[in-house]
C-alpha cells in the first residue's frame, strides 16, 4: 500500500489542537467500520499516520483487509530502511493494557515472514511460530478490568536479517502476574487455559485428571473471579486448538494437563489450625489428587507443605511444623512454581525449535554455510505490557507501569530530545525548543540503582521481620520531597505514583509478599527422582534438586527461588543470582531493552476506543485521555513544524541525485552539492507542492528536514522510480514480443492456408488476429468452405451424439439448422423442437452443399461471397 493511501495527522487543516485531532480520529474510526468480518470477533487496529509514528485504535473488532496491508507497507519500509543503512532497527508497541498492541504485534510478526526471502527451513520457522503463539495466548492471558485478553508475558523478539533473509530468530520472553493464579481480583479471571481445559475436556479425561467433580464454581483459585465471558463451544474450539498446538511443539499434551490440574487442585486444600494447635486439613481428597497426578505420596506432599528444615550451627538440621499461613503461603508458592516453571519449559521448547532449524541451515564452513554480502542486521520487536491502573494495584501492576514509563521514556528520547541535541550540535535551530512530559522523575523513583522504591522493597524483603508498616515509614521518610509521589495518608497500607497516564494506587502489603519469590527446600525433595515417579515435573525442579539438596535427597533447610535457577542465570550474565522477584524482573527488562539504545526506532502507538471493550464505540473522554498522556499532540505538532528529518550530506546525494538534471561540480563540497539539489528540487519539481520555504536547513554534515518536504521528496522519488521501472518493464516485453514474432506470423500462415481445418481449430464463428504480439479472438458471423465464406444461418450435420451421455438430443448424421454464434465461446445456436439449444461447434460438420443448390426444406438461402 502506498504512503499516501493512509490519512496523516502532520495535513490536518486548521489550527492544531487536542479536539482538533480527537475529532479525526473519530471520523476515520466510524469509516473504519467497513470491514466485513465472520467468526468470533476478536483485536483489530484502524490506522493513522503522524510522520513516521503508525497511530491504532482498537474497535474490538475484526481485522479487515485494510489492516493487513498497512502493516505490510511498515514491514517493507523497515527492511528496506535495513537494507539501506545496516543499522540494528526495533519496532516497538506501546500503549495502555487493551489497546490491542499484542494483536498488532502478531499481525506484523506475520507479515515479517511473507515479505522476506522464502527458503525451506522458514516455513518450519512460521509454522512453529503461529502455533507458538496460540499455546502463549492460551496460558499467558488472562481477563481484568481493562482487557479480556490481557497478556501477561513480555515479549521482545529478535531476528537476524541479511539480504532480505531472516537467518535467525530468538524470542525473550519474562513472565509474570503470579498472584492471580492463587488470588485473581474479584473482577478479573485466572488464567484463560484453565477455563478452556475444563470446557474441554471429555468425560474419561476428566477423569483421567481428577477432575470429574470439579468446575468453575467448585475451584478456589477460579471461584474467586468472573467467569468466563466465551460460551462453552467458543472454550471448546480454543481448547482443541490449544492441544493441537502444543502436540505440533512435541510437548506431551498429558505431563502439561496434570500440572494444571494439579495446580487447579492445590487451591481446594486448606490446613487451619485445631484447638490443640495442630495442623488439620481440609480436602483430603484434593490433596489424594494432586499426589497421584505428580507422582509422589500424599504424606510426603503434606509433609513438605507443613514441616520446615532449619539450620543448626551446633549439628544437623531439625524440623519443626509451621503454623496454617505459613502451609498455605507454601501451597500458594507451590502453585506458582509449577505454573511458572511449565510456562517456562514451554517457552525453552519454542526457542529450541527455532534456534535448531536456522543454525542447522545457516551454519558457516564446509557445511553448506552461507556467506552474505553484507552484514547481518537485527530487528527487535518489542511488546510490552500495557499501562494498568486498578482500584489497588499489586507489586506485578507496579513492575508493568515501570515497564511502560521505560518505553515512554524511550519514544521521547528517540523522537524528541535527540532531535533537538542533533539541531544544536549542527547549528541548526530546531524550532521546537523542550521535549514533552519528561519521565526521568518517575523512573528514578521507582527504578533508581540506589535510591529507587524497587531497590528499596528489594532490601527490605531480604530482611528478617520486616512489616509492610515499616516500609511505609522508610518511604514517607525518603520521597517525602519526590513530587511525584503521594506518600500513605495515616495508617493506611497505600501509596501512590504519578505516572504518565496518571495517579496509581499501590499496596504496600502485596509488594513485600509477592516480592519474596521464595518456596521452601523440603517442598523440592518432595519431588526427587528416587521417590517422584513423574519425570517431567521433577525436571522442573532439577537445577535445585541437584545443587540444594543434601546428598541423601533431604532439604538443607534453605528457600530456594519460584522462578526456575536457569532462567535467573539467563538473565544475569555474571552469574549473580537473584534473589527476589524484583531483581528478577528488573535484570530481564533491562536486558531485553538495552538494544533499543543503539537502534533505529520505529514507534507504533496503541490506542483503546473505550473502556468498556465494546464493539465499535468511540469514548472521546477515554481516547482524549489517552492523546495527552501519550503526547500524540505534541508529536503532531513537532512534526508539523520541527526539522524531524535529518540525513548526512552524503546519503542524501547518493538517493536523491536522480532527480536533478544536474548535481555540483566536480570540486564542490558535499555540502554546496546537497544546498544546490535542495534548492532545485524546491524551486523545480516540488515548486506546486505546500512545502515552506523554511522547511529545510543546512548543517556542519547534516541536512535537516520537515516532515513534509522529507514526504514530498519520497513521493517524488517512489514516483521516478515507479516510471522507470514501467519503462524497464515495457521495453523488455516488447522485446519478446518482437523476438517472438516471426514464429507467431508464421503459424498464423500455416492456419490461413489450411482453409477449413483452421476454421475447426480456432473454433466455429471465431477467427484469429494478431495484436500487439498476441492472439486475440473476434466471433465473425460466417465459416469459410475452400475459397467461398458461408453465413448464418446454414446447414450443418451432426458428427457424433449430443449430448454423449443421458438423454439424447442430436443423433449422429441428423442435419441440424445453425441460427448463428452463441455468446458462449466455442458454442453454436441450433433450431431443435421449437426452440433453440447452444451445442459445441466440433460436434458438427458445414454441409458440404454447392452454394448454388437450394438449402433442403425451403430455408432461406445463406449468403455466400468469394474470399
Not at 561540480?665 to 555540502?671: D, F, G, I, K, L
Request: one cysteine or more; aromatic letters at 8%; a neutral charge.
Amino acid at each position: 500500500m502506498a504512503r499516501e493511501d493512509n490519512f496523516d495527522l502532520i495535513n490536518l487543516d486548521g489550527p492544531l489542537s487536542v479536539e482538533a485531532i480527537l475529532k479525526t480520529l473519530q471520523q476515520r474510526f466510524m469509516e473504519g467500520h467497513c470491514y466485513h468480518y465472520t467468526g468470533s470477533p476478536v483485536l483489530v487496529s484502524i490506522q493513522t499516520w503522524i510522520g513516521p509514528v503508525l497511530l491504532c485504535i482498537n474497535p474490538f473488532e475484526a481485522p479487515g483487509p485494510a489492516v493487513h496491508a498497512v502493516l505490510k507497507h511498515l514491514c517493507e519500509q523497515v527492511l528496506q530502511e535495513m537494507a539501506n543503512d545496516q543499522l540494528p532497527h526495533a519496532l516497538i508497541f506501546k500503549g495502555v493494557c487493551g489497546s490491542g498492541k499484542s494483536f498488532t504485534a502478531d499481525r506484523l510478526l506475520l507479515e515479517m515472514f511473507q515479505n522476506t526471502k522464502r527458503t525451506d527451513w522458514l516455513q518450519d520457522i512460521r509454522k512453529y511460530w503461529q502455533v507458538s503463539t496460540v499455546v502463549l495466548r492460551a496460558m499467558g492471558t488472562a481477563s481484568n478490568e481493562q482487557n479480556k485478553d490481557s497478556s501477561r508475558i513480555g515479549r521482545v523478539v529478535d531476528f537476524t536479517i541479511a539480504e532480505l533473509k531472516i537467518i535467525k530468530i530468538k524470542m525473550n520472553c519474562f513472565f509474570l502476574d503470579q498472584t492471580r493464579l492463587v488470588s485473581p481480583s474479584a473482577r478479573e479471571q485466572n488464567y484463560h487455559i484453565f477455563y478452556q481445559m475444563l470446557a474441554g475436556l471429555s468425560p474419561e479425561e476428566r477423569t483421567k485428571y481428577q477432575l470429574n467433580y470439579h468446575d468453575v464454581r467448585t475451584l478456589h483459585y477460579l471461584s474467586q473471579g468472573m467467569e468466563p465471558a466465551e460460551t462453552v463451544p467458543q472454550l471448546q474450539s480454543r481448547f482443541e486448538a490449544w492441544k493441537s498446538s502444543l502436540a505440533q511443539l512435541g510437548i506431551p499434551l498429558t505431563d502439561v494437563l496434570k500440572v494444571l490440574s494439579a495446580v487447579l487442585l492445590l487451591g481446594n486444600t486448606l490446613f487451619y489450625e485445631a484447638k490443640n494447635q495442630e495442623l488439620q486439613l481440609q480436602g483430603a481428597e484434593e490433596l489424594q489428587s494432586v499426589a497421584t497426578l505428580l507422582g509422589i505420596q500424599p504424606q510426603s506432599l503434606q509433609r513438605g507443605l507443613t514441616l520446615r528444615t532449619y539450620r543448626s550451627s551446633r549439628g544437623p538440621t531439625v524440623q519443626s511444623p509451621c503454623s496454617a499461613a505459613a502451609a498455605n503461603g507454601a501451597r500458594d508458592a507451590l502453585v506458582k512454581a509449577l505454573y511458572i516453571r511449565t510456562m517456562v519449559a514451554v517457552m525453552r521448547r519454542i526457542n529450541t525449535l527455532l534456534r535448531g532449524v536456522s543454525q542447522k541451515t545457516h551454519v558457516g564452513g564446509a557445511n553448506g554455510g552461507h556467506t552474505y554480502s553484507s552484514e547481518p542486521g537485527m530487528l527487535h520487536v518489542v511488546d510490552m505490557f500495557g499501562f494498568e491502573n486498578s482500584e489497588v494495584n499489586s507489586l506485578e501492576q507496579l513492575c508493568v507501569n515501570w515497564t511502560a514509563e521505560q518505553l515512554q521514556h524511550h519514544y521521547i528520547q528517540s523522537l524528541f530530545s535527540s532531535t533537538i541535541s542533533r539541531c544544536t550540535e549542527e547549528g541548526v535551530g530546531p524550532m521546537f525548543e523542550t521535549a514533552p512530559y519528561d519521565c526521568s522523575p518517575c523512573l528514578e523513583l521507582i527504578g533508581g540503582q540506589d535510591s529507587g522504591l524497587l531497590e528499596m522493597l528489594n532490601e527490605e524483603t531480604l530482611s528478617p521481620r520486616v512489616s509492610s508498616e515499616d516500609i511505609r515509614i522508610r518511604m514517607r521518610r525518603k520521597f517525602k520531597s519526590n513530587d511525584r509521589f503521594i506518600p500513605p495518608a495515616g495508617s493506611s497500607s497505600t501509596f501512590a505514583i504519578r505516572h504518565y497516564c496518571g495517579t496509581v494506587i499501590y499496596d504496600t502489603y502485596s509488594l513485600l509478599n509477592a516480592n519474596a519469590d521464595t518456596l521452601a527446600d523440603d517442598i523440592i525433595a518432595t519431588f526427587d527422582g528416587k521417590v517422584c515417579k513423574f519425570g517431567f515435573v521433577a525436571h522442573l525442579f532439577s537445577v535445585e534438586l541437584s545443587r540444594d539438596l543434601l546428598p541423601d535427597g533431604t532439604a538443607r533447610g534453605q528457600m530456594c527461588r519460584i522462578t526456575p535457577a536457569y532462567l535467573q542465570q539467563a538473565s544475569n550474565p555474571d552469574n549473580e543470582v537473584a534473589t527476589t522477584y524484583v531483581q528478577d524482573y528488573q535484570s530481564n527488562v533491562q536486558e531485553s531493552l538495552c538494544g533499543l539504545l543503539q537502534a533505529q526506532q520505529h514507534h507504533v502507538l496503541c490506542l483503546s476506543s473505550n473502556d468498556k471493550q465494546t464493539s465499535g464505540h468511540f469514548d472521546k473522554e477515554v481516547v482524549g485521555q489517552q492523546i495527552q498522556s501519550m503526547a500524540i499532540f505534541e508529536t503532531v505538532d513537532f512534526m508539523q513544524c520541527a526539522y524531524s528529518r535529518s540525513q548526512m550530506f552524503e546519503v542524501f546525494i547518493e538517493r536523491y541525485s536522480f532527480l536533478v538534471s544536474r548535481v555540483g561540480s566536480p570540486r564542490s563540497t558535499a555540502r554546496e552539492t546537497t544546498e544546490e539539489m535542495i534548492g532545485a528540487l524546491v524551486g523545480g519539481a516540488l515548486s506546486d507542492s505546500d512545502v515552506a520555504d523554511d522547511s529545510y536547513s543546512l548543517g556542519t554534515s547534516l541536512i535537516f528536514m520537515t516532515e513534509d518536504l522529507y514526504q514530498a521528496i519520497e513521493g517524488l522519488r517512489r514516483d521516478r522510480l515507479h516510471t522507470a521501472a514501467v519503462r524497464i518493464q515495457a521495453t523488455v516485453r516488447m522485446f519478446l514480443c518482437r523476438r517472438q514474432w516471426p514464429h507467431l506470423k508464421f503459424s498464423l500462415r500455416q492456419a490461413k492456408l489450411q482453409g477449413q481445418a483452421h476454421t475447426q481449430l480456432i473454433g466455429g464463428g471465431e477467427e484469429a488476429r494478431v495484436n500487439g504480439g498476441q492472439i486475440t479472438y473476434s466471433v465473425r458471423n460466417y465459416s469459410i468452405v475452400g475459397n467461398y465464406r458461408v453465413g448464418f444461418p446454414q446447414w450443418r450435420t451432426m458428427r457424433c451424439q449430443y449430448p454423449e451421455s443421458g438423454a439424447c438430443l442430436l443423433q449422429a448424421g441428423e442435419e441440424v439448422y445453425c441460427l448463428g454464434r452463441s455468446q458462449k465461446r466455442g458454442y453454436l445456436v441450433v433450431e431443435h423442437g421449437g426452440g433453440t439449444i447452444h451445442i459445441p461447434h466440433h460436434y458438427t460438420e458445414l454441409r458440404l452443399t454447392p452454394p448454388n443448390s437450394p438449402p433442403p426444406t425451403g430455408r432461406p438461402q445463406p449468403h455466400t461471397s468469394d474470399l
